[in-house]
């Protein structure tokens, strides 16, 4: 990551260790000034699904909280789990970045409420998400100060309309309710399969155009309205390879995936979003 970002001509860009395995020891060994985490990065520390508590994360944290990196927590609810449906979740949803910040003293949360037949990729749509998400952000922002980010999970993969549909959706959504964005990501992992960079550009094109036309939560809400109306009887799009619909060379979508990019926008316009 830290090649990454030098290559990018961003050697000083805060990188964040996304862990894969928790145990203490591998989450404190990638510290280091030279090669490793900066006193500038941060580290994902979450509460696991249901508000349970790792012990070896807790001793990581103890241990970054005295080596002064930044720390971040998965904070998002999950219905259909453990807390049971929306509501459920909605109290899930407020409950964990203050657990997480009490624990782990994290500040830095993924706020709001998933669906766990959207986290698989089986719905793109499940009702009543979009509103305990909203209801979640309202309350964190109004009562507490949580800094709260949207992480896009699109069940659509790259290259479709739908994959575009989705976080134009969820681009909306973030900055009316006060949530900082993070890159967007297919909800199920593959190797070379989750994204490229179109959808991170397109993110940040739609919540740009949301805020400098002032939406407010009744014009969000009457956009989504028409956007959830596209998904109805549609099932999640597979999507491609990031070599089959990107140019990596020259750093823009292949003309298929163009086209599919220039056909979403034009789609927008036509419902009422101003897009350049």
């Not at 003309?255 to 009422?272: F, N, Q, S, T």
């Amino acid at each position: 990551m830290r090649e990454g970002v030098r290559k990018a001509g961003r050697p000083g860009l805060a990188i964040v260790y996304y862990p894969i395995n928790t145990r203490a020891e591998n989450l404190i060994c990638v510290m280091g000034p030279d090669c490793g985490l900066r006193r500038t990065d941060g580290i994902l520390l979450s509460l696991l699904p249901d508000l349970k508590m790792e012990q070896d994360m807790l001793s990581a944290a103890i241990v970054y909280e005295e080596y002064g990196c930044f720390k971040l927590s998965g904070s998002f609810a999950i219905a259909g789990g453990f807390c049971g449906g929306i509501e459920g979740a909605i109290v899930e949803g407020l409950v964990k970045p203050i657990a997480a910040m009490i624990v782990y003293r994290d500040y830095i949360h993924y706020t709001g409420v998933e669906h766990v037949h959207m986290l698989n990729g089986r719905q793109s749509i499940v009702p009543g998400v979009n509103w305990a998400r909203s209801v979640v952000n309202q309350a964190l922002n109004r009562f507490t100060h949580t800094i709260c980010m949207r992480w896009i999970i699109p069940t659509s993969g790259a290259g479709t309309e739908l994959n575009l549909l989705e976080i134009a959706m969820q681009s909306t959504e973030a900055p009316v309710n006060g949530m900082n964005l993070y890159a967007p990501r297919h909800c199920r992992t593959t190797t070379n399969h989750g994204q490229t960079p179109l959808e991170a550009e397109w993110m940040i094109e739609v919540s740009d155009a949301v805020m400098k036309q002032g939406f407010d939560r009744n014009a969000a809400s009457e956009f989504i309205g028409k956007l959830v109306k596209r998904f109805e009887g549609e099932k999640p799009q597979e999507g491609y390879s990031i070599t089959e619909c990107y140019d990596l060379v020259y750093h823009k979508p292949k003309p298929e995936y163009e086209k599919v990019y220039i056909d979403v926008k034009e789609h927008l316009r036509e419902m009422g979003l101003v897009l350049a």
